[in-house]
T-cell receptor, first 114, second 115 residues
Framework: DSGVTQTPKHLITATGQRVTLRCSPRSGDLSVYWYQQSLDQGLQFLIQYYNGEERAKGNILERFSAQQFPDLHSELNLSSLELGDSALYFC?????????????FGPGTRLLVL | AQSVTQPDIHITVSEGASLELRCNYSYGATPYLFWYVQSPGQGLQLLLKYFSGDTLVQGIKGFEAEFKRSQSSFNLRKPSVHWSDAAEYFCAVGGDTGTASKLTFGTGTRLQVTL
Protein backbone atom coordinates (compact mmCIF):
# COMPACT_ATOMS: atom_id res chain seq x y z
CA ASP A 1 0.00 0.00 0.00
CA SER A 2 1.66 3.22 -1.19
CA GLY A 3 -0.52 5.52 0.90
CA VAL A 4 -1.98 7.19 -2.20
CA THR A 5 -5.71 6.67 -2.54
CA GLN A 6 -7.84 7.04 -5.64
CA THR A 7 -11.58 6.95 -6.11
CA PRO A 8 -13.51 5.49 -7.73
CA LYS A 9 -11.74 2.26 -8.56
CA HIS A 10 -13.87 1.67 -11.64
CA LEU A 11 -15.97 4.02 -13.73
CA ILE A 12 -18.22 3.18 -16.66
CA THR A 13 -19.78 6.00 -18.60
CA ALA A 14 -20.97 6.98 -22.04
CA THR A 15 -19.43 9.06 -24.77
CA GLY A 16 -19.97 12.77 -24.34
CA GLN A 17 -20.19 12.56 -20.57
CA ARG A 18 -18.01 14.17 -17.91
CA VAL A 19 -16.34 12.41 -14.98
CA THR A 20 -14.20 13.41 -12.03
CA LEU A 21 -11.41 11.26 -10.65
CA ARG A 22 -10.18 11.92 -7.16
CA CYS A 23 -6.76 11.43 -5.58
CA SER A 24 -5.48 11.82 -2.05
CA PRO A 25 -1.68 11.93 -1.79
CA ARG A 26 0.42 10.31 0.89
CA SER A 27 0.43 12.17 4.16
CA GLY A 28 2.96 15.00 3.92
CA ASP A 29 3.34 14.89 0.14
CA LEU A 30 2.86 18.22 -1.57
CA SER A 31 3.17 17.20 -5.20
CA VAL A 32 0.59 15.27 -7.17
CA TYR A 33 0.96 13.80 -10.65
CA TRP A 34 -1.58 12.32 -13.04
CA TYR A 35 -0.72 9.61 -15.56
CA GLN A 36 -2.77 7.75 -18.15
CA GLN A 37 -2.10 4.12 -19.04
CA SER A 38 -3.61 2.78 -22.24
CA LEU A 39 -2.80 -0.13 -24.50
CA ASP A 40 -1.80 2.02 -27.45
CA GLN A 41 -0.07 4.91 -25.66
CA GLY A 42 1.45 3.15 -22.66
CA LEU A 43 2.04 5.18 -19.51
CA GLN A 44 1.92 8.89 -20.20
CA PHE A 45 2.36 11.86 -17.91
CA LEU A 46 -0.59 14.22 -17.94
CA ILE A 47 -0.05 16.97 -15.38
CA GLN A 48 1.67 17.86 -12.11
CA TYR A 49 0.57 20.05 -9.23
CA TYR A 50 2.65 21.27 -6.33
CA ASN A 51 0.99 22.75 -3.28
CA GLY A 52 -2.01 23.87 -5.28
CA GLU A 53 -0.20 25.22 -8.31
CA GLU A 54 0.27 23.64 -11.71
CA ARG A 55 3.95 22.82 -12.28
CA ALA A 56 4.18 20.78 -15.44
CA LYS A 57 1.96 19.70 -18.26
CA GLY A 58 2.36 16.68 -20.48
CA ASN A 59 0.15 15.15 -23.11
CA ILE A 60 -3.08 16.31 -21.56
CA LEU A 61 -6.02 16.97 -23.83
CA GLU A 62 -7.85 20.29 -23.65
CA ARG A 63 -10.97 18.34 -22.64
CA PHE A 64 -9.13 17.29 -19.48
CA SER A 65 -8.38 19.53 -16.54
CA ALA A 66 -7.09 19.09 -13.03
CA GLN A 67 -6.74 20.97 -9.80
CA GLN A 68 -5.21 20.53 -6.38
CA PHE A 69 -7.14 21.75 -3.40
CA PRO A 70 -5.89 23.37 -0.16
CA ASP A 71 -6.07 20.01 1.63
CA LEU A 72 -3.75 18.73 -1.16
CA HIS A 73 -6.15 16.25 -2.68
CA SER A 74 -6.45 16.48 -6.43
CA GLU A 75 -9.17 15.94 -8.99
CA LEU A 76 -8.85 15.13 -12.66
CA ASN A 77 -11.84 16.19 -14.73
CA LEU A 78 -12.46 14.49 -18.07
CA SER A 79 -15.18 15.95 -20.27
CA SER A 80 -16.76 15.24 -23.65
CA LEU A 81 -15.53 11.70 -23.24
CA GLU A 82 -14.60 9.63 -26.26
CA LEU A 83 -14.11 5.90 -26.64
CA GLY A 84 -10.37 6.47 -26.81
CA ASP A 85 -10.33 7.95 -23.33
CA SER A 86 -10.89 4.50 -21.89
CA ALA A 87 -7.76 3.84 -19.86
CA LEU A 88 -6.30 3.39 -16.41
CA TYR A 89 -5.66 6.75 -14.74
CA PHE A 90 -3.03 6.86 -12.04
CA CYS A 91 -2.29 9.47 -9.48
CA UNK A 92 1.14 9.64 -7.88
CA UNK A 93 2.57 11.82 -5.16
CA UNK A 94 5.96 12.89 -3.90
CA UNK A 95 7.19 14.85 -0.92
CA UNK A 96 8.35 17.80 -2.95
CA UNK A 97 8.26 18.75 -6.58
CA UNK A 98 11.82 18.36 -7.79
CA UNK A 99 12.94 15.41 -9.85
CA UNK A 100 15.10 13.98 -7.07
CA UNK A 101 12.01 12.51 -5.46
CA UNK A 102 10.42 9.13 -5.87
CA UNK A 103 6.83 9.14 -7.01
CA UNK A 104 4.44 6.77 -5.27
CA PHE A 105 1.47 5.60 -7.25
CA GLY A 106 -2.10 4.96 -6.25
CA PRO A 107 -4.08 1.89 -7.36
CA GLY A 108 -5.60 3.74 -10.31
CA THR A 109 -9.09 4.41 -11.64
CA ARG A 110 -10.13 2.25 -14.56
CA LEU A 111 -12.34 4.27 -16.90
CA LEU A 112 -14.45 2.59 -19.54
CA VAL A 113 -16.25 4.81 -22.03
CA LEU A 114 -19.04 3.07 -23.94
CA ALA B 1 13.39 14.95 -25.06
CA GLN B 2 13.66 12.12 -22.61
CA SER B 3 12.86 8.56 -23.57
CA VAL B 4 13.15 5.01 -22.29
CA THR B 5 13.53 1.82 -24.28
CA GLN B 6 12.76 -1.59 -22.88
CA PRO B 7 13.74 -3.88 -25.74
CA ASP B 8 12.13 -7.02 -24.35
CA ILE B 9 8.35 -7.05 -24.47
CA HIS B 10 8.02 -10.46 -22.88
CA ILE B 11 10.47 -12.66 -20.95
CA THR B 12 9.95 -16.14 -19.55
CA VAL B 13 12.21 -17.58 -16.87
CA SER B 14 12.08 -20.63 -14.68
CA GLU B 15 11.56 -20.25 -10.98
CA GLY B 16 14.94 -20.07 -9.28
CA ALA B 17 16.71 -18.80 -12.38
CA SER B 18 18.38 -15.43 -12.57
CA LEU B 19 16.73 -12.48 -14.25
CA GLU B 20 17.92 -9.40 -16.08
CA LEU B 21 15.53 -6.87 -17.59
CA ARG B 22 17.05 -4.32 -19.91
CA CYS B 23 16.45 -0.59 -19.89
CA ASN B 24 18.09 2.09 -21.99
CA TYR B 25 17.36 5.75 -21.50
CA SER B 26 17.89 9.02 -23.26
CA TYR B 27 18.13 12.17 -21.19
CA GLY B 28 20.02 15.38 -21.75
CA ALA B 29 21.22 15.92 -18.21
CA THR B 30 21.79 13.83 -15.11
CA PRO B 31 19.02 11.24 -15.14
CA TYR B 32 17.05 9.98 -12.21
CA LEU B 33 16.09 6.37 -12.87
CA PHE B 34 13.38 4.15 -11.47
CA TRP B 35 11.99 0.66 -11.78
CA TYR B 36 8.34 -0.02 -11.03
CA VAL B 37 6.40 -3.27 -11.00
CA GLN B 38 2.74 -3.68 -11.88
CA SER B 39 0.82 -6.85 -11.06
CA PRO B 40 -2.38 -7.54 -13.00
CA GLY B 41 -5.11 -5.11 -12.01
CA GLN B 42 -2.80 -3.32 -9.60
CA GLY B 43 -1.05 -0.01 -9.39
CA LEU B 44 2.65 0.66 -9.83
CA GLN B 45 4.94 -0.27 -6.99
CA LEU B 46 8.36 1.34 -6.74
CA LEU B 47 11.11 -1.29 -6.74
CA LEU B 48 14.15 0.96 -6.63
CA LYS B 49 15.52 4.34 -7.60
CA TYR B 50 18.81 5.90 -8.60
CA PHE B 51 19.64 9.54 -8.08
CA SER B 52 23.41 9.63 -7.67
CA GLY B 53 26.32 7.92 -5.96
CA ASP B 54 26.82 4.17 -5.95
CA THR B 55 25.82 2.89 -9.37
CA LEU B 56 24.53 -0.41 -7.98
CA VAL B 57 21.28 0.16 -6.15
CA GLN B 58 19.36 -2.28 -4.04
CA GLY B 59 15.61 -2.38 -3.98
CA ILE B 60 12.77 -4.28 -2.46
CA LYS B 61 11.96 -7.95 -3.05
CA GLY B 62 15.62 -8.80 -3.72
CA PHE B 63 15.94 -6.70 -6.86
CA GLU B 64 18.95 -4.60 -7.79
CA ALA B 65 19.83 -2.38 -10.73
CA GLU B 66 23.07 -1.03 -12.11
CA PHE B 67 23.43 2.41 -13.65
CA LYS B 68 25.91 2.50 -16.51
CA ARG B 69 26.26 6.02 -17.83
CA SER B 70 28.51 5.00 -20.74
CA GLN B 71 25.84 2.63 -22.01
CA SER B 72 22.84 4.77 -20.98
CA SER B 73 21.46 1.71 -19.26
CA PHE B 74 19.79 0.84 -16.00
CA ASN B 75 19.20 -2.91 -16.08
CA LEU B 76 17.21 -4.65 -13.39
CA ARG B 77 18.47 -7.94 -11.95
CA LYS B 78 17.43 -10.60 -9.51
CA PRO B 79 19.59 -13.64 -8.71
CA SER B 80 16.72 -16.06 -8.13
CA VAL B 81 13.21 -15.45 -9.42
CA HIS B 82 10.12 -16.51 -7.48
CA TRP B 83 6.76 -17.34 -9.04
CA SER B 84 5.30 -14.27 -7.35
CA ASP B 85 7.61 -12.05 -9.41
CA ALA B 86 5.45 -12.61 -12.49
CA ALA B 87 4.26 -9.12 -13.41
CA GLU B 88 4.98 -6.24 -15.74
CA TYR B 89 8.08 -4.18 -15.09
CA PHE B 90 8.51 -0.57 -16.09
CA CYS B 91 11.67 1.47 -16.26
CA ALA B 92 11.29 5.25 -15.97
CA VAL B 93 13.51 8.29 -16.26
CA GLY B 94 13.06 11.71 -14.71
CA GLY B 95 15.26 14.69 -14.07
CA ASP B 96 15.74 17.73 -11.97
CA THR B 97 13.99 20.64 -13.60
CA GLY B 98 13.48 22.77 -10.54
CA THR B 99 10.05 22.26 -9.12
CA ALA B 100 8.66 20.54 -12.18
CA SER B 101 9.19 16.88 -12.77
CA LYS B 102 7.65 14.10 -14.75
CA LEU B 103 8.50 10.49 -15.36
CA THR B 104 8.86 9.05 -18.82
CA PHE B 105 8.17 5.35 -18.88
CA GLY B 106 9.27 2.55 -21.14
CA THR B 107 6.72 0.26 -22.73
CA GLY B 108 7.25 -2.38 -20.09
CA THR B 109 8.51 -5.96 -19.97
CA ARG B 110 6.08 -8.69 -19.03
CA LEU B 111 7.74 -11.38 -16.94
CA GLN B 112 6.37 -14.89 -16.92
CA VAL B 113 7.73 -17.39 -14.41
CA THR B 114 7.46 -21.11 -15.09
CA LEU B 115 7.49 -23.61 -12.28
Amino acid sequence: DSGVTQTPKHLITATGQRVTLRCSPRSGDLSVYWYQQSLDQGLQFLIQYYNGEERAKGNILERFSAQQFPDLHSELNLSSLELGDSALYFCASSVKAGGRRAQYFGPGTRLLVL
Amino acid sequence: AQSVTQPDIHITVSEGASLELRCNYSYGATPYLFWYVQSPGQGLQLLLKYFSGDTLVQGIKGFEAEFKRSQSSFNLRKPSVHWSDAAEYFCAVGGDTGTASKLTFGTGTRLQVTL
